[in-house]
Protein backbone atom coordinates (compact mmCIF):
# COMPACT_ATOMS: atom_id res chain seq x y z
CA UNK A 1 0.00 0.00 0.00
CA UNK A 2 1.40 3.30 -1.25
CA UNK A 3 1.01 6.16 0.81
CA UNK A 4 0.99 9.85 0.76
CA UNK A 5 0.16 13.02 3.29
CA UNK A 6 -1.05 15.74 1.27
CA UNK A 7 -0.96 19.22 2.53
CA UNK A 8 -3.03 22.07 1.18
CA UNK A 9 -2.76 25.39 1.45
CA UNK A 10 -2.52 25.16 5.32
CA UNK A 11 0.98 26.16 5.94
CA UNK A 12 0.70 29.93 4.76
CA UNK A 13 0.95 33.09 7.15
CA UNK A 14 -2.44 35.44 5.49
CA UNK A 15 -4.19 31.68 5.76
CA UNK A 16 -3.33 30.86 8.98
CA UNK A 17 -4.12 33.81 10.80
CA UNK A 18 -7.46 33.89 9.32
CA UNK A 19 -8.73 30.49 9.89
CA UNK A 20 -10.48 29.33 13.03
CA UNK A 21 -8.08 27.55 15.53
CA UNK A 22 -5.20 28.05 13.76
CA UNK A 23 -2.79 27.36 16.55
CA UNK A 24 -4.23 23.80 16.97
CA UNK A 25 -3.53 23.59 13.21
CA UNK A 26 0.09 24.03 13.16
CA UNK A 27 0.11 21.85 16.43
CA UNK A 28 -1.27 18.97 14.32
CA UNK A 29 0.90 19.88 11.38
CA UNK A 30 4.21 19.63 13.20
CA UNK A 31 3.30 16.40 14.41
CA UNK A 32 1.71 14.58 11.44
CA UNK A 33 5.25 15.90 9.43
CA UNK A 34 6.99 14.26 12.16
CA UNK A 35 4.79 11.26 11.98
CA UNK A 36 5.00 10.90 8.61
CA UNK A 37 8.89 11.44 8.46
CA UNK A 38 9.19 8.16 10.68
CA UNK A 39 6.76 6.12 8.63
CA UNK A 40 8.26 7.66 5.40
CA UNK A 41 5.14 8.50 4.26
CA UNK A 42 5.89 11.21 0.83
CA UNK A 43 4.91 14.71 1.94
CA UNK A 44 3.09 16.57 -1.02
CA UNK A 45 2.52 20.60 0.06
CA UNK A 46 1.03 23.13 -1.70
CA UNK A 47 0.85 27.09 -1.54
CA UNK A 48 -2.29 29.37 -2.87
CA UNK A 49 -1.25 32.05 -5.16
CA UNK A 50 1.99 32.78 -2.45
CA UNK A 51 2.62 36.20 -4.21
CA UNK A 52 -0.12 37.34 -2.44
CA UNK A 53 -0.69 35.27 0.49
CA UNK A 54 2.75 34.00 1.25
CA UNK A 55 4.73 30.81 1.59
CA UNK A 56 5.20 28.19 3.83
CA UNK A 57 5.09 29.08 7.90
CA UNK A 58 8.72 28.70 9.09
CA UNK A 59 6.96 26.41 11.66
CA UNK A 60 6.56 24.01 9.21
CA UNK A 61 9.07 24.61 6.34
CA UNK A 62 11.50 23.87 8.86
CA UNK A 63 10.18 20.57 9.91
CA UNK A 64 9.56 19.24 5.98
CA UNK A 65 11.66 16.66 5.14
CA UNK A 66 14.50 17.20 2.64
CA UNK A 67 13.33 17.50 -1.05
CA UNK A 68 9.29 17.69 -0.24
CA UNK A 69 7.66 19.17 -3.23
CA UNK A 70 6.05 22.42 -2.39
CA UNK A 71 3.76 23.30 -4.98
CA UNK A 72 2.19 26.81 -6.00
CA UNK A 73 -0.82 27.13 -7.58
CA UNK A 74 -3.75 29.48 -8.32
CA UNK A 75 -6.32 26.83 -9.01
CA UNK A 76 -8.37 26.22 -5.58
CA UNK A 77 -8.17 22.01 -5.71
CA UNK A 78 -4.59 20.81 -4.83
CA UNK A 79 -4.81 18.06 -7.91
CA UNK A 80 -2.73 20.20 -10.37
CA UNK A 81 -0.88 18.74 -13.06
CA UNK A 82 2.25 19.15 -11.04
CA UNK A 83 0.69 17.07 -8.32
CA UNK A 84 -0.41 14.57 -10.43
CA UNK A 85 2.90 13.83 -11.47
CA UNK A 86 4.25 12.98 -7.95
CA UNK A 87 1.52 10.16 -7.11
CA UNK A 88 1.89 6.67 -8.04
CA UNK A 89 -1.24 6.06 -10.37
CA UNK A 90 -0.19 2.59 -11.99
CA UNK A 91 -3.07 0.39 -12.29
CA UNK A 92 -0.19 -1.99 -10.92
CA UNK A 93 0.18 0.16 -7.45
CA UNK A 94 -1.78 -2.23 -5.04
CA UNK A 95 -3.70 0.67 -3.35
CA UNK A 96 -3.11 4.44 -2.93
CA UNK A 97 -3.79 6.02 0.33
CA UNK A 98 -3.67 9.98 0.76
CA UNK A 99 -4.06 11.69 4.44
CA UNK A 100 -5.56 15.07 3.57
CA UNK A 101 -5.39 18.04 5.78
CA UNK A 102 -5.05 21.71 5.68
CA UNK A 103 -7.50 25.01 4.37
CA UNK A 104 -10.02 25.67 3.60
CA UNK A 105 -12.23 23.42 4.73
CA UNK A 106 -15.08 24.03 1.75
CA UNK A 107 -12.75 25.09 -0.53
CA UNK A 108 -9.33 23.93 -1.12
CA UNK A 109 -9.92 20.63 1.01
CA UNK A 110 -13.44 20.10 -0.58
CA UNK A 111 -12.39 20.55 -4.08
CA UNK A 112 -9.13 18.36 -3.39
CA UNK A 113 -11.61 15.26 -2.29
CA UNK A 114 -13.74 15.87 -4.66
CA UNK A 115 -10.31 15.99 -7.61
CA UNK A 116 -8.96 12.66 -6.01
CA UNK A 117 -12.61 10.89 -5.81
CA UNK A 118 -12.71 11.48 -9.63
CA UNK A 119 -9.48 9.74 -11.01
CA UNK A 120 -10.94 6.36 -10.06
CA UNK A 121 -13.70 7.25 -12.58
CA UNK A 122 -11.18 8.84 -15.19
CA UNK A 123 -10.21 5.63 -17.13
CA UNK A 124 -10.28 5.67 -20.76
CA UNK A 125 -8.96 3.10 -23.45
CA UNK A 126 -5.63 4.54 -23.83
CA UNK A 127 -5.78 5.50 -19.83
CA UNK A 128 -6.34 2.97 -17.18
CA UNK A 129 -7.72 3.00 -13.94
CA UNK A 130 -5.54 4.39 -11.32
CA UNK A 131 -4.98 2.39 -8.31
CA UNK A 132 -7.73 1.90 -5.24
CA UNK A 133 -7.99 5.02 -3.55
CA UNK A 134 -8.73 5.88 0.08
CA UNK A 135 -8.31 9.92 1.61
CA UNK A 136 -8.10 10.35 5.20
CA UNK A 137 -9.37 13.55 6.20
CA UNK A 138 -7.58 14.54 9.19
CA UNK A 139 -10.68 16.74 10.87
CA UNK A 140 -7.89 17.74 13.71
CA UNK A 141 -6.08 19.27 10.82
CA UNK A 142 -8.74 21.08 8.84
CA UNK A 143 -10.35 24.39 9.58
CA UNK A 144 -11.73 27.01 7.89
CA UNK A 145 -12.29 30.71 8.56
CA UNK A 146 -16.03 30.16 9.12
CA UNK A 147 -16.57 27.25 11.43
CA UNK A 148 -19.68 26.53 10.31
CA UNK A 149 -18.27 25.73 6.16
CA UNK A 150 -16.24 23.36 8.29
CA UNK A 151 -18.58 21.64 9.30
CA UNK A 152 -20.83 21.30 6.58
CA UNK A 153 -17.72 20.34 4.28
CA UNK A 154 -16.71 17.72 6.44
CA UNK A 155 -20.22 16.14 6.90
CA UNK A 156 -20.61 16.35 2.50
CA UNK A 157 -16.95 15.06 1.93
CA UNK A 158 -17.44 12.26 4.32
CA UNK A 159 -20.14 10.63 2.73
CA UNK A 160 -19.10 11.65 -0.93
CA UNK A 161 -17.17 8.63 -1.20
CA UNK A 162 -20.04 6.42 -0.99
CA UNK A 163 -21.86 8.37 -3.43
CA UNK A 164 -20.47 5.64 -6.50
CA UNK A 165 -18.53 2.37 -6.02
CA UNK A 166 -15.09 2.43 -7.58
CA UNK A 167 -14.64 6.38 -7.27
CA UNK A 168 -12.58 5.78 -3.65
CA UNK A 169 -13.68 5.73 0.03
CA UNK A 170 -13.26 8.83 2.22
CA UNK A 171 -12.72 8.32 5.62
CA UNK A 172 -13.51 11.15 8.43
CA UNK A 173 -11.15 10.18 11.54
CA UNK A 174 -8.25 11.93 13.66
CA UNK A 175 -4.43 12.16 12.86
CA UNK A 176 -3.83 10.00 16.11
CA UNK A 177 -6.67 7.53 14.47
CA UNK A 178 -4.76 7.55 11.12
CA UNK A 179 -1.40 7.23 12.29
CA UNK A 180 -2.40 4.27 14.53
CA UNK A 181 -3.99 2.25 11.57
CA UNK A 182 -1.13 2.84 9.01
CA UNK A 183 0.97 1.20 11.87
CA UNK A 184 -1.17 -1.43 12.06
CA UNK A 185 1.22 -3.51 14.87
CA UNK A 186 3.17 -2.54 17.64
CA UNK A 187 5.93 -4.83 16.28
CA UNK A 188 5.89 -1.77 13.36
CA UNK A 189 9.67 -0.63 13.31
CA UNK A 190 8.18 3.09 13.22
CA UNK A 191 5.87 2.27 16.97
CA UNK A 192 8.18 3.26 19.06
CA UNK A 193 9.43 6.73 17.62
CA UNK A 194 5.71 7.38 16.92
CA UNK A 195 4.42 6.82 20.35
CA UNK A 196 6.85 9.27 21.82
CA UNK A 197 5.38 12.04 19.47
CA UNK A 198 2.28 11.06 20.72
CA UNK A 199 3.20 11.17 24.38
CA UNK A 200 5.22 14.82 23.68
CA UNK A 201 1.94 15.83 21.91
CA UNK A 202 -0.36 14.47 24.18
CA UNK A 203 -1.54 17.59 25.87
CA UNK A 204 -1.58 19.86 22.32
CA UNK A 205 -3.36 16.75 20.45
CA UNK A 206 -6.27 16.19 23.42
CA UNK A 207 -7.00 20.50 22.85
CA UNK A 208 -6.93 20.15 19.57
CA UNK A 209 -9.32 17.12 19.30
CA UNK A 210 -11.51 19.18 21.08
CA UNK A 211 -11.79 22.16 20.03
CA UNK A 212 -12.02 21.28 16.60
CA UNK A 213 -13.89 17.91 16.43
CA UNK A 214 -16.20 18.47 19.23
CA UNK A 215 -18.89 20.11 17.10
CA UNK A 216 -18.86 17.47 14.06
Do not use: W
Not at 93 to 111: F, K, N, R, V, Y
Not at 154 to 169: I, W
Request: hydrophobic share 35%; proline share 6%.
Amino acid sequence: MVRYAAESFDTQRIGRQRSDKHDYLKCRDCSKNDQSKILNIPILCTTQSSAKLGGTVPEIADMLPEGTPIIDKTAFSMLTPDLVSHLPLSPNTPGLTILLLGIESHICISQTTLDLLSLSASATQSRPPPPPLTIYLLADGISSCNPAERRVALRRLSTAGMAQEGEGKVVLTSSEAAIFELLGDAAHEGFREVSRVVRECKEETGEGVRVLMGDL
